[in-house]
């Protein structure tokens, strides 16, 4: 009994034994990584912390520092901007200035001046369409007198005594190449012009072209400006297709104090806007350790005195609360209808209002929850302001920077004792639960009966196991989607409509007169298809001439490449061997050899010479103006006989290549011309720039030639005349027999 006793109850403990060492070891377990986990979320969460205090803490210290930095710099920014734009606006407005006083001067002193015209040549001619009297397209300024119906004695004087101001007119534009035009209106109806467009057959009647009441003239008499100081006009489209244009006014006064008239200078807004619409981006020197990205993002605009926008990009409008018509804005002008008031954004609004004073200088606003930075400075002589625009992400650029480095050099050694925290943890509990299940193990100490078989089956289950145990049935159910199409009516054809004849007694005279109308109209048809062809044969001839021109050119091109680079080598290593030779022969051959020498130099001048006429490098690289000067430089040199004047007027940058060529080309014609048939010693070349045209005239004093005959036959009259048809442009020759010839050329730049 005692063995049966004992056996039971070692069988007994068995089984709480394994029972203990089931729930308990699988218990343990969870809870150890139930708190392996947590001890790692926490570690976590606690660097993150740290992290996010560590930027808050710079962020808030230096925030402060940075936007005012780049508020500062941005302000200096927009202020030298402003007064790089306002600088140009006083030059010119000085320079109309001085015009009006030295026409003041000239009419004051009529009595002198008025008896001899600086240009003797000059005539005016009455247009019988508008009744003005004008000069001819090649004097150097355009003349025009409107204020009678013929030139009296006094007039004539007038004319001749502002005649006296052309040099200065012209050198305005020198001076200024973002200037227009130059030009003086008189009381009693006198316009002198420059440059000389020829504009009387465009004009309208006298009395509706009557430059006495236009806006420039208007706001400078003595009622509307008793200071008398120069003015400027409210931005227009000009009617001489300079696109926006603003004027700089001066009344001209004699020296008793009466108004005589108004000196102008048109300034084109070409420059300005290209510099606003086409860069967009300032791209201005930055403070060191500043990124490019705070001025890549930035653009600029600019409004009137009245509020008005005169520029600004089309794809900044939405930011601004400023719905326009985008087709419409291809006309520049339209943006002139529009004004920041009108934005449907009331922050936008009350900026528009703010920029107008003159203490404004920076405003924050948001466009779509992104907030954005305005900078203003006005131009105190038109009154107009400048804004320059750049999101405020842009300006905290540089601190986002660092704080990002700043994340980057925390957050590695943060996240290496975290890791190292961890892996301590999990080899800590992992180590005491071994321990726990071993000295639990050494706890069974005997073997189950033999005599005694347990079913495990009778075990009861674990509670964990049972809660595995669970399950979740889900029932599906299927959709059917019945489509019902309606079916499409037929449509049915409309009934015929028969027409019904009315008789009339006059049939026959209808048909008669019906037959003639058609017969009109198919000559009508023929004759337009006849005129359609001509066109069409033209514009072929014209193609194919334009054509030629260019195969010709590119054949030259070759060439002088060709004799450059094969002959010019050739010659050049001819020249050294020759002087070789010299240095190693005798002293009484060393003469020949010198002969030889001066030969091979001559040859490569002519072969430098035929190539520069050909083609010359100059004008490919450097562009027009730098080439002319270089070819009469050269020419001077050779025929110191003929002197050229060139001059150069209203050019900030290069034309097209094609535009540049055929001035060039005309150009080298001419003074071939003048070289082998007029006979000349004196030439006046001007190339003028005039947006959206430049003028070239060339003209000599030699012997002229018969237009009737030579002028139309010539053969390199005609090579120019092809040269300027083919890029749209106009040409006139005139010439008159032992007094010279004169070429004048007008070519769109676009």
Request: glycine share 6%; proline share 4%.
């Given at each position: 009994?005692?063995?049966?006793?004992?056996?039971?109850?070692?069988?007994?403990s068995?089984?709480?034994?394994?029972?203990?060492?089931?729930?308990i070891?699988?218990?343990?377990m969870?809870?150890?990584?139930?708190?392996?986990?947590?001890?790692?979320?926490?570690?976590?969460?606690?660097?993150?912390?740290?992290?996010?205090e560590?930027?808050?803490?710079?962020?808030?210290?230096?925030?402060?520092?940075?936007?005012n930095?780049a508020?500062?710099?941005l302000?200096?920014?927009?202020?030298?901007?402003a007064?790089?734009?306002?600088?140009?606006?006083?030059?010119?407005?000085?320079?109309?200035?001085?015009?009006?006083?030295q026409?003041?001067?000239?009419?004051?002193?009529?009595?002198?001046?008025?008896?001899?015209h600086l240009?003797?040549?000059?005539?005016?001619?009455v247009?019988?369409?508008?009744?003005?009297?004008?000069?001819?397209?090649f004097?150097?300024?355009m003349?025009?007198y409107?204020?009678?119906a013929a030139?009296?004695?006094?007039?004539k004087?007038?004319l001749n005594?502002?005649?006296h101001?052309?040099?200065?007119?012209?050198?305005?534009?020198?001076?200024?190449?973002?200037?227009?035009?130059?030009?003086?209106?008189?009381e009693?109806?006198?316009?002198?012009?420059?440059?000389?467009?020829?504009a009387?057959t465009?004009?309208?009647?006298?009395e509706?072209?009557?430059?006495?009441?236009?806006g420039f003239?208007?706001?400078v008499?003595?009622?509307?400006?008793?200071?008398?100081?120069?003015?400027?006009t409210?931005?227009?489209r000009?009617?001489a297709?300079?696109?926006l244009t603003?004027?700089?006014s001066?009344?001209?006064?004699?020296?008793?104090g009466?108004y005589?008239?108004?000196?102008?200078?048109?300034?084109?807004?070409e420059y300005?806007l290209d510099?606003?619409?086409?860069?967009?981006?300032?791209?201005?020197?930055?403070?060191k350790?500043?990124?490019?990205?705070?001025?890549?993002?930035?653009?600029?605009?600019?409004i009137?005195?009245?509020g008005?926008?005169?520029a600004?990009?089309?794809?900044?409008l939405?930011?601004f609360g400023l719905e326009?018509?985008m087709?419409?804005?291809v006309?520049a002008?339209?943006?002139?209808?529009?004004?920041?008031?009108?934005?449907?954004?009331?922050e936008?609004?009350k900026?528009?209002?703010?920029?107008?004073?003159?203490?404004f200088?920076?405003?924050?606003?948001?466009?779509?929850?992104?907030?954005?930075?305005?900078f203003?400075?006005?131009?105190?002589?038109?009154?107009?302001h400048?804004?320059?625009?750049?999101?405020?992400?842009?300006?905290?650029?540089?601190?986002?920077g660092?704080?990002?480095?700043?994340?980057?050099?925390?957050?590695?050694p943060?996240?290496?004792f975290?890791?190292a925290?961890?892996?301590?943890?999990?080899?800590l509990?992992?180590?005491?639960l071994?321990?726990?299940?071993?000295?639990?193990?050494y706890?069974?100490?005997?073997?189950?009966?033999?005599?005694?078989?347990?079913?495990?089956?009778?075990?009861e289950?674990?509670?964990?196991?049972?809660?595995?145990?669970?399950?979740?049935?889900?029932?599906?159910?299927?959709?059917?989607?019945?489509e019902?199409?309606?079916?499409?009516?037929?449509?049915?054809?409309?009934?015929?409509v028969?027409?019904?004849v009315?008789?009339?007694?006059?049939?026959?005279?209808?048909?008669?007169?019906?037959?003639?109308?058609?017969?009109?109209?198919?000559?009508?048809?023929?004759?337009?298809?006849?005129?359609?062809?001509r066109?069409?044969?033209?514009?072929?001839?014209?193609?194919l001439s334009?054509?030629?021109?260019s195969?010709?050119?590119?054949?030259k091109?070759?060439?002088?490449?060709?004799?450059?680079?094969?002959?010019?080598?050739t010659?050049?290593?001819?020249?050294?061997?020759?002087?070789?030779?010299?240095?190693?022969?005798?002293?009484?051959?060393?003469?020949?050899i010198?002969?030889?020498?001066?030969?091979?130099?001559?040859?490569?001048?002519?072969?430098?010479?035929?190539?520069?006429?050909l083609?010359p490098?100059l004008l490919?690289?450097?562009?027009?103006v730098?080439?002319?000067?270089?070819?009469?430089?050269?020419?001077?040199e050779?025929?110191?006989?003929?002197?050229?004047?060139?001059?150069?007027?209203?050019?900030?940058?290069?034309l097209?290549?094609e535009?540049?060529?055929?001035?060039?080309?005309?150009f080298?014609?001419?003074?071939n011309n003048?070289?082998?048939h007029?006979?000349?010693?004196k030439?006046?070349?001007?190339?003028?720039?005039s947006?959206?045209?430049?003028?070239?005239?060339?003209?000599d004093?030699?012997?002229?030639?018969?237009?009737?005959?030579?002028?139309?036959?010539?053969?390199?009259?005609?090579g120019?005349?092809?040269?300027?048809?083919?890029?749209n442009g106009?040409?006139?020759?005139?010439?008159?027999?032992?007094?010279?010839?004169t070429?004048r050329v007008?070519?769109?730049?676009?």
């Open positions: 009994m005692g063995s049966g006793k004992f056996s039971a109850q070692t069988w007994s068995d089984i709480v034994f394994k029972r203990i060492r089931s729930k070891g699988l218990k343990l969870t809870i150890f990584s139930l708190a392996l986990v947590l001890s790692v979320v926490l570690l976590v969460y606690g660097g993150k912390w740290l992290t996010t560590l930027e808050n803490f710079y962020a808030s210290e230096n925030e402060t520092l940075i936007k930095q508020y500062i710099f302000s200096r920014l927009t202020q030298e901007k007064m790089g734009y306002e600088a140009v606006f006083q030059k010119v407005a000085a320079s109309s200035a001085l015009v009006a006083k026409a003041g001067f000239f009419l004051d002193h009529f009595d002198l001046y008025g008896k001899k240009n003797p040549s000059e005539k005016l001619v247009y019988p369409p508008n009744g003005i009297f004008s000069n001819d397209s004097g150097v300024t003349v025009m409107w204020g009678g030139i009296s004695p006094e007039i004087e007038e005594a502002l005649s101001t052309d040099p200065l007119l012209m050198e305005v534009q020198k001076s200024h190449p973002e200037c227009a035009a130059s030009y003086i209106v008189t009693s109806g006198i316009r002198r012009y420059f440059p000389n467009t020829h009387v465009r004009l309208p009647t006298s509706e072209y009557d430059m006495r009441h236009a003239y208007s706001i008499k003595p009622e509307n400006n008793p200071a008398r100081k120069t003015v400027w409210n931005v227009y000009d009617d297709r300079h696109g603003i004027t700089a001066t009344p001209v006064y004699g020296e008793m009466q005589l008239g108004a000196a102008g200078v048109d300034m084109t807004l300005i510099d606003i619409l086409g860069n967009r981006r300032l791209n201005l020197p930055l403070p350790g500043w990124r490019r990205d705070l001025t890549d993002n930035l653009f600029s605009f600019i009137d005195h009245t008005r926008i005169i600004f990009p089309s794809e900044y939405k930011i326009m018509d087709d419409k804005l006309n002008g339209v943006v002139l209808e529009y004004r920041l008031s009108d934005s449907s954004d009331a936008v609004k900026i528009g209002e703010n920029i107008l004073r003159r203490d200088q920076n405003a924050r606003f948001l466009s779509d929850g992104h907030p954005y930075m305005i203003s400075h006005p131009m105190p002589s038109t009154g107009w400048l804004g320059v625009v750049t999101p405020e992400s842009v300006i905290l650029a540089s601190l986002e660092t704080l990002d480095a700043l994340n980057s050099s925390i957050r590695e943060i996240l290496g975290v890791l925290t961890g892996l301590f943890l999990f080899s509990i992992t180590m005491t071994a321990i726990s299940i071993r000295q639990l193990a706890l069974k100490h005997r073997k189950p009966p033999a005599e005694g078989d347990m079913e495990e089956d009778d075990l289950e674990d509670e964990l196991v049972k809660n595995y145990l669970r399950k979740e049935y889900l029932a599906e159910a299927d959709l059917e989607i019945d019902d199409m309606p079916t499409e009516d037929d449509l049915t054809e409309p009934d015929d028969s027409e019904t009315f008789p009339n007694p006059y049939d026959n005279v209808i048909k008669i007169l019906q037959r003639l109308n058609d017969i009109e109209k198919e000559r009508s048809v023929d004759l337009q298809k006849e005129i359609n062809e066109e069409r044969a033209e514009q072929e001839i014209r193609h334009s054509r030629l021109i195969s010709s050119e590119e054949g091109k070759e060439l002088a490449q060709d004799l450059h680079d094969e002959f010019g080598q010659l050049a290593a001819l020249h050294m061997n020759a002087e070789t030779l010299q240095k190693s022969i005798p002293e009484q051959q060393k003469e020949e010198g002969d030889l020498i001066g030969l091979i130099e001559h040859l490569g001048d002519k072969i430098r010479s035929i190539s520069s006429d083609r490098d490919d690289d450097l562009g027009l730098p080439t002319l000067e270089w070819y009469i430089k050269e020419f001077s050779k025929r110191q006989d003929i002197h050229i004047d060139f001059q150069t007027v209203g050019f900030r940058k290069r097209a290549s535009i540049e060529l055929v001035i060039y080309r005309i080298q014609e001419s003074v003048i070289v082998k007029a006979k000349g010693e030439v006046d070349v001007t190339l003028t720039y947006h959206p045209n430049v003028i070239f005239i060339i003209k004093d030699g012997v002229g030639f018969d237009e009737q005959t030579k002028g139309k036959d010539g053969i390199g009259l005609l120019m005349r092809e040269r300027v048809v083919a890029v106009h040409i006139e020759i005139r010439s008159v027999i032992n007094k010279g010839t070429i007008e070519i769109p730049v676009n």
